[in-house]
């Protein structure tokens, strides 16, 4: 197998996509992300088109996905790349500034290597009933039908001058994929890959995928995974916010009081948005309080810290508190 110096562990891939010229426009086929569609999404989605990749990624059952994916391949829905590429992604979106943001990374096939190689790095915690369910859809469907999101420390790439080969937009987001392939332009777009790779969604999808290549051993593409990987430099960290729909019991000034035994507790006249780790907003009874963990119960070891939320979260989710997450 042909492997590129300095990326050993990313590979082109012969893709599995939409004819545009049996599907038409590939806005109608496209899907959120599984976990973000609801019956009513979903319904609306498939309405659109038939075609639609809802149908795959969240299927009525995981046989149903897989039944669905030989037949739309062989009435031409989905076709095979005749060669391995890699592609190269821009996506268009609405910035929190009212303007216009755009993103540049690469998808390819990345290799499945231990968490302590240190070359993949997760950054949250996998639960079973969430792998068992992509793992089952995997083994159903014997095809990864969506990457996994990660973040690299090197540069975007160098976008060709000419229209992409695919484009879809959806809820706002445009996203076009140029296709390269040959040895050598392949070289060029994955030199533009540096240091480590850290997931920043698709814990469970790269969990299922390092089962069945456990299972199966030996070499082949299933020890590899589905990725779409962009610098870091270009990603915008949003909050993350949880919601409490009660106190369990006790009154706010009670909840205000727990929580002061693991964080510095500040009342604030103002919405509080994290400005660094370990620091939280969060807004109680109608009155806004930043939250900082005390310095005592954060791990030292960014190794032993792989893997796990961070200690505020754990200590919020102990306390019963409703926050929003840190900044990483």
């Not at 996506?91 to 755009?102: M, S, V, Y």
């Not at 001058?161 to 959806?170: G, K, S, V, Y």
């Amino acid at each position: 197998m042909v492997t590129w110096p300095g990326v050993p562990h990313l590979k082109p891939f012969r893709a599995l996509r939409y004819d545009p010229g049996t599907v038409g426009p590939l806005d109608a086929v496209v899907s959120p992300p599984h976990d973000v569609v609801t019956p009513d999404r979903r319904e609306a989605l498939v309405t659109a088109s038939p075609y639609n990749a809802v149908r795959l990624l969240d299927p009525e059952t995981p046989a149903e996905a897989g039944r669905l994916l030989a037949l739309w391949q062989e009435e031409g829905v989905l076709v095979r790349e005749a060669e391995p590429a890699v592609w190269l992604l821009e996506e268009t979106f609405p910035g929190l500034d009212g303007g216009t943001r755009t993103r540049r990374g690469l998808v390819a096939r990345l290799e499945l290597t231990p968490y302590a190689d240190g070359q993949v790095l997760p950054h949250e915690r996998t639960f079973e009933r969430q792998k068992d369910a992509r793992l089952e859809l995997l083994r159903a469907a014997r095809t990864k039908l969506s990457p996994v999101f990660l973040v690299h420390e090197g540069r975007s790439p160098t976008l060709p001058d000419r229209a992409p080969d695919m484009e879809a937009t959806l809820d706002g987001v445009t996203s076009s994929l140029w296709r390269v392939t040959g040895r050598d332009a392949i070289a060029v777009a994955l030199a533009r890959i540096e240091g480590r790779f850290l997931i920043a969604d698709g814990h469970h999808r790269s969990a299922a995928a390092a089962r069945v290549a456990a299972a199966r051993k030996g070499e082949g593409s299933h020890t590899y995974f589905l990725s779409v990987i962009f610098p870091e430099r270009e990603m915008t960290i949003l909050d993350y916010n949880r919601v409490l729909k009660d106190l369990n019991g006790r009154s706010p000034e009670q909840l205000l009081a727990e929580l002061a035994k693991n964080f510095t507790v500040t009342p604030s006249d103002a919405p509080v948005r994290p400005a660094s780790a370990h620091e939280y907003g969060m807004y109680l009874a109608g009155h806004w309080y930043r939250l900082v963990i005390r310095p005592e119960l954060v791990p030292t070891d960014p190794i032993g810290r792989r893997g796990h939320r961070p200690a505020g979260a754990r200590a919020l989710q102990r306390r019963g508190g409703a926050c929003a997450r840190p900044r990483a």
